[in-house]
């Protein structure tokens, strides 16, 4: 069995570690939202949502909705990107212990005009084998 101040210290470091963990994560932010199409007010589906700069960065659901977690407190430039839209940058200021909400509308991109040309190839009437007919008479 362990003596008094063994077993209290051993406590007294347990508490230790538990209030710098929870100090940690309080120290930490997350921003959430949407992301929807200005034309249409659709949810933008699987489009990218990241934090320029970092390793921070997910992907909205079947709804739009994102959520970036464990974002440490300063001020980012958020990027919102999809293929069928222009991307959208967005500055953003977070506190220790926030939740921000930052719902983002997205400009679908317009497409320039396509030009697709062809050359048709001539029919070879000689493709360079030779023909030759033969009937029984001849084989024979």
Do not use: W
């Not at 992301?35 to 589906?45: C, K, N, R």
């Not at 919102?80 to 930052?102: N, P, R, W, Y």
């Amino acid at each position: 069995m362990r003596s008094f101040p063994a077993r209290f210290s051993q406590i007294l470091f347990s508490c230790f570690l538990f209030l710098l963990a929870g100090k940690s994560y309080a120290q930490t932010a997350t921003i959430r939202g949407t992301v929807s199409s200005q034309s249409t007010g659709e949810s933008v589906l699987f489009g990218v949502v990241h934090l320029e700069g970092t390793g921070f960065g997910v992907q909205t659901d079947i709804n739009g909705f994102y959520s970036l977690t464990k974002i440490p407190a300063g001020t980012y430039t958020m990027v919102a990107q999809h293929s069928s839209f222009d991307s959208v940058h967005v500055t953003i200021t977070i506190k220790a212990g926030e939740i921000a909400t930052k719902n983002i509308v997205m400009k679908p991109r317009t497409l320039k005009a396509v030009v697709i040309s062809a050359k048709s190839q001539e029919t070879q009437e000689n493709p360079g084998v030779s023909k030759t007919t033969m009937d029984r008479k001849d084989i024979m």
